[in-house]
């Protein structure tokens, strides 16, 4: 979680207009809601620009689930502020609004038209796949820093069947921040620890020590 | 403008409480429907249509269509920004706590358990969407036939969506790009 903070404050400086542009873009592909923006998100901050972690968009998704907001404007607004503070924040959630906003602004007028063409609903059906391989292309990489001990994977399996059952992310995302951090005070021996990126540092630490 | 404003303060409000995304504002609307009578529940189901077909977060598309119903292009950009003035402000201040406190050991404990929380719902998130694209239970209860419960074509370009998604992991945004041009010639 603190791997590229030294980096990001001092090399990477990324401009507002592009940290705008970027999330334009994202706002352009965005489709069918705000769970898709995951993918989008990991090419362009986390390997492209290098400005936050794989493991912390994952928080800023659990986060953005029980604060008010659109899930997908939350997201944007975490990593605006990683990058550039809260013009940054402000310059990200713009940025990918800005597309919905202009798409219901220009087909307001001959709406009724658009949707009940054959093409477009055939063209949404088509897309609505393409967005479930991201999401679980997405999930593959989540994975391993997520779900990496037999507690974290209890959690899983507990949310997936709450949110089955249609159980409010709200509540999911509360217990399960309650069931991590109760179960770390009152194991701190069993919990190895808490984060597996600073688990393999200090792992990398020891080995060196003992060398 | 005296509309345009009342939407806008009524706007800020559902913004202030929607946890949760886009789809928890759809109960607001009915609240909306009932008190001001702007527009009706039919336009409502009209709405979620819409936004589901357009780019971007579907909370923002909804509030734009209902500032441009109540108020025009104005009304519109008063609606949709007034909906997220108050998610601006909380998000900023939570990033802030955060950036301030990143080594604090009970947030990391907190975010172990957020972690695979997140996974999860992604993961339901995208098996709801499949469930509505790759199931077809009207068109079986209609004909009785086997075959027209799982769509065969979807399948086929799950696979195929799957091999170039794997391929293209360094740019998602070609995927959606090629999904649109197939969806042009392909009916699934």
């Known amino acids: ?56 968009i994952t928080n800023y998704y659990a986060l953005s689930q029980c604060f008010p907001g659109l899930v997908a404007g939350n997201v944007s607004m975490f990593t605006g502020y990683k990058a550039r503070g809260v013009a940054g924040a402000i310059a990200a959630v713009t940025g990918v609004c800005l597309p919905a906003y202009l798409s219901i602004v220009l087909i307001f007028s001959f709406l009724s038209v658009i949707t009940h063409y054959p093409v477009v609903q055939s063209i949404f059906s088509v897309l609505d796949i393409a967005v479930c391989v991201l999401i679980f292309l997405t999930i593959l990489e989540l994975w391993e820093f997520s779900i990496y001990d037999k507690f974290t994977m209890f959690i899983f399996i507990t949310a997936v069947a709450a949110a089955m059952f249609n159980i409010s992310p709200f509540i999911i995302v509360i217990s399960a921040g309650s069931a991590g951090l109760l179960r770390n005070i009152l194991l701190p021996k069993a919990a190895k620890c808490a984060c597996s990126e600073k688990c393999e540092k200090e792992a990398g630490k020891e080995q060196s020590n003992d060398a | 403008m005296h509309n345009v404003l009342l939407l806008a303060f009524e706007y800020m409000k559902i913004g202030a409480v929607a946890i949760g995304g886009g789809y928890t504002v759809i109960p607001f609307l ?88 997140a996974v999860a719902l992604i993961g339901v998130a995208g098996l709801k969407i499949m469930n509505t694209t790759f199931f077809h239970f009207e068109k079986f209860k209609a004909a009785h036939n086997l075959f027209d419960i799982i769509s065969l074509k979807a399948l086929i370009l799950l696979v195929i969506f799957t091999a170039i998604g794997l391929k293209m992991r360094k740019n998602p945004m070609i995927l959606i790009v090629l999904a649109i041009i197939a969806g042009c010639f392909i009916k699934v």
């Open chain 1, 1 to 56: 979680m603190t791997g590229n903070d030294n980096q990001t404050a001092e090399t990477k400086k990324i401009s507002l207009l592009k940290l705008f542009w970027i999330f334009f873009k994202i706002g352009l592909v965005l489709f069918g809601g705000g769970y898709a923006i995951l993918p989008f998100l990991k090419s362009e901050m986390c390997d492209k620009e290098n400005i936050c972690t794989m493991e912390e």
């Open chain 2, 30 to 117: 009915y609240y909306l429907v009932e008190k001001y009578h702007w527009f009706n529940v039919a336009e409502i189901t009209q709405m979620i249509a819409v936004s589901n077909l357009t780019p971007g977060p579907i909370g923002i598309n909804m509030a734009t269509f209902v500032g441009v119903k109540v108020g025009g292009i104005i009304g519109s950009a008063f609606t949709t920004i007034a909906f997220m003035i108050p998610s601006v402000i909380i998000i900023c201040c939570l990033a802030k706590f955060l950036k301030k406190n990143q080594e604090n050991k009970y947030i990391n404990f907190v975010m172990y358990g957020l972690r695979p929380a």
